[in-house]
Structures are given as structure tokens and as C-alpha cells.
């Protein structure tokens, strides 16, 4: 136990990335705060749908009747496809075509908790946060990896640079309270985390050790990542290839232990994605033939308008990246020192997702843009980083301090602007 609770584990830059997650969370709960309620114009209303979207509303009713044996959520939905919001991506069988029951399952679950007889408008106000609890959590895991995983890349200071730009964000903040928006937080993690534990277990190949036995715990956590993401958004199966690339890449002279890890790792996956459809192989079958896992179209390349949206949209995300995104990739190219793979990686891994983003304009789109960003900090992080270790330090610490100190008031000051209801 006491080797457990070590220095390195537990130490100064732990606790402020905590406490930087911690207010992180503060502010999803106060978005999730003032979005449930209600608001005297509108009590009426607020009565009769419980204060719930109409596609939140569409995952709790369908996850709760698979977990009372009423039908696989989505598989198909018993309701005529006119008769669900547009969120739904639904075909003409009833199949949703974007999503497995994971998203409908995590969404209900903790309704569980709840006595099913005060599930009533009257006691609303406190079963009404239990659906954003597994989502609340996912944004905080997310962010927890993201330093993790920039501190290794980058140095304390390129991790609590890329954690701070995480815990202001205004998407990552909305995205983790389904604030008016679909819970595409849950692919963005599982995306994240594929990517990274395959980078992760591609340097370990390396060590003189049984390679099967010894990574089983990375092998598990790979195959449970892609699960999330492939669970979540069907079209997440590109982290699946991408997995692959970056291991053959990294542990060329492993290929044979690489291809049984990463074989194993969709086996898990794989046994997750069926478990969402509760072991039923004909359901799952029948919804994997409905599945959309391309959908992609190229039209948005040629419209001008893709590409200021996607724009808007990064900048919306972290606005402090409209004065660092420029400075980085300026300094990127220019400098090549900069151009190493863990700078190059996340930028490359963010390019491809923004231009997925662009290939699917409906909801798988957004996931993408969404997934996109984590990549796109730990790329900025990197490259300040290293203007950090150059002459120039005094100059880029002034400009990039000031620039996050605008940026966290600004953050919290349009935090507190939400209106109620």
C-alpha cells in the first residue's frame, strides 16, 4: 500500500490538477444547475415534459424499457421514425443507424437508483440530475487523461497549460452537461483513450517481458475504449484502424504481438458493443446490418461555409486557440525542433477528426469535432512548451499567462450569463 501512495503519484502536481478538475466540474454542475430550472414563464411546461430535451427524454424512454425487458433500445424503436426528434438518427425499420443502446444505457442507469414511483414531475428536480451523472463523470475523465497524457508528452508545464484550456472550455463544459446538446462526450473520451493506450502499449513492446501476459491490463483498457467510442457513435470504428496504424508504426519489429494485442483488444470491444444489445445475437446482428459506420460525404469540402462553421466551432471550444492555434502551427512548421512525434501525433490525429467533422454533417459530425479538441490542446500544449525552453521564455510566459487569465474570466463570466430554464 505504501508504494501505492508514493510521491510520484500524490504529489503537488496531482493535487493542482484536481483542484483544476474540480472546478471544472463546478461549472458543468452549475450549467446542469440552471438548465433544470425552471423558470415562472414557463412552470407549465416544465410540468408536463419534466424539463428534459426531447432526444434526453427519447434515451431515458428507451433505455428503461430494455432495462425492464421491454425491447433493445433503438433496435428498433417501437415509435413510428416521424415520431422521435431529429437527433435520432433513425431509418426507415426503426434502427437507429448512429448509435448502439450504450448511450441509451448509460443515460438510464442511474435511474436505477431511484424508487420508480417518485419518477413524477413533483420530485423531478432531484431524479432529473441523476441522467448527467455519467456524463458529468465522463468530461472529468477525460480531462484527467488529457493531463496525464500531455504532462507525459510535454512536461508539467505543457500538462497543466493543455488542462487549463480542458476545464474552461466552453464545448467540453457543455458537452459534459448535455447542455442542449447530445452526450458525443462519451465517444470523444473513448476516442481519446484508444488512441493513446495503443500509443502506450506500442513503447512497452520493447521491454524484454512476455509481451500477451504482461499488457493484459492495457490490452483490457484498449478493447474497453474502443468499445466506448464504437458504442457510442458507430462511426467511431475509424479509431479501430487508427489503433493498428499507430502500433505497426511504433513496434514495427513486434508485428506479430501487435497484430494478437490489437486483435484481442476488438475482441473486447467487440464483446462490450454486443453486451449494450444484452447478448441477443439476432437483434445485434440485424442492427449492425442498419449500423451507419461511413456516412461520410465530401460535398462539405467544396462549400466555404464548412469550413468558417469548423472554424467557428474550434474557436468556440477553447477560445483562446484563436491567437494560439495560429502561433503553434506558425511555429511548427518554422521551427523543427517542434516536429516530433509527440507534437506531430495529437495534430495529425486532430486534422483527420476536424476533416471527419466536415464529412459527416449530420450527427456523427459532431462527435467528431467534439473529439477533436483534446488532440488539438495536447498539439498546442506541446509546441508552447517547447517556446518555453528558448530565449524568447519570458516573453512567451507574459503572453501566454495573460491570454489564460482572459481566458478563464471570460469562461466564467458567460458561465454565469446562462439564463435559467
Known amino acids: 500500500m505504501t508504494r501505492f501512495f508514493t510521491r510520484e503519484r500524490f504529489g503537488r502536481p496531482q493535487f493542482l490538477a484536481g483542484a483544476l478538475l474540480l472546478g471544472f466540474l463546478a461549472q458543468t454542475i452549475w450549467l446542469v444547475h440552471c438548465e433544470l430550472q425552471p423558470t415562472h414563464s414557463s412552470s ?3 410540468h408536463e ?25 433503438g433496435a428498433p424503436y417501437p415509435d413510428l421514425p416521424g415520431a422521435l426528434p431529429i437527433e435520432v438518427s433513425q431509418d426507415a425499420a426503426g434502427f437507429d443507424t448512429e448509435h448502439s443502446p450504450l448511450l441509451s444505457l448509460v443515460t438510464t442507469a442511474p ?52 488542462l487549463t484550456l480542458y476545464c474552461f472550455s466552453p464545448s467540453m463544459i457543455q458537452a459534459s452537461a448535455v447542455w442542449h446538446t447530445e452526450p458525443e462526450i462519451l465517444a470523444a473520451w473513448g476516442a ?15 521491454a524484454p517481458r ?12 484498449l478493447g474497453i475504449s474502443l468499445g466506448i467510442a464504437v458504442g457510442s457513435q458507430f462511426s467511431m470504428i475509424m479509431v479501430v484502424p487508427l489503433a493498428l496504424a499507430f502500433l505497426l508504426y511504433l513496434a514495427p ?48 469540402f467544396t462549400v466555404l461555409g464548412v469550413y468558417r462553421q469548423v472554424a467557428s466551432q474550434i474557436v468556440r471550444a477553447c477560445p483562446a486557440l484563436a491567437l494560439l492555434l495560429p502561433v503553434t502551427v506558425a511555429t511548427y512548421f518554422i521551427w523543427p525542433r517542434t516536429r516530433y512525434f509527440g507534437n506531430t501525433a495529437p495534430g495529425l490525429i486532430a486534422l483527420l477528426f476536424l476533416g471527419l467533422g466536415m464529412a459527416h454533417p449530420h450527427v456523427a459530425g459532431a462527435g467528431f469535432l467534439l473529439a477533436a479538441i483534446p488532440f488539438l490542446l495536447i498539439f498546442v500544449s506541446g509546441v508552447i512548451a517547447d517556446l518555453l525552453e528558448t530565449p524568447l521564455r519570458l516573453f512567451v510566459t507574459a503572453g501566454v499567462g495573460g491570454l489564460l487569465a482572459a481566458y478563464i474570466l471570460w469562461s466564467l463570466w458567460a458561465l454565469f450569463q446562462v439564463p435559467r430554464g
Open 253 to 300: 519489429i513486434r508485428r506479430r504481438a501487435v497484430l494478437i494485442i490489437w486483435s484481442a483488444a476488438c475482441l473486447v470491444a467487440l464483446a462490450i458493443l454486443f453486451t449494450s444489445y444484452f447478448l441477443h445475437p439476432h437483434a445485434f446482428f440485424r442492427a449492425m446490418q442498419h449500423a451507419s459506420f461511413w456516412g461520410a460525404t465530401w460535398r462539405g
Open 210 to 221: 512476455e509481451v500477451i501476459l504482461w499488457n493484459w491490463r492495457r490490452i483490457v483498457l
Open 111 to 162: 435511474l436505477l437508483a431511484w424508487p420508480q414511483a417518485r419518477l413524477d414531475p413533483e420530485s423531478s428536480p432531484s431524479w432529473r440530475w441523476l441522467p448527467r451523472i455519467p456524463f458529468l463523470a465522463c468530461g472529468v475523465a477525460l480531462g484527467a487523461s488529457l493531463w496525464y497524457v500531455a504532462r507525459r508528452l510535454c512536461g508539467n508545464i505543457g500538462g497543466f497549460l493543455a
Open 192 to 206: 481519446f483513450g484508444a488512441i493513446f493506450t495503443a500509443i502506450a502499449v506500442a513503447h512497452t513492446l520493447y
Open 44 to 46: 407549465s411546461d416544465f
Open 49 to 73: 415534459n419534466d424539463g428534459l430535451s426531447a432526444s434526453e427524454q427519447a434515451r431515458i424512454d428507451a433505455g428503461w424499457r430494455q432495462l425492464h425487458g421491454g425491447g433493445l433500445a
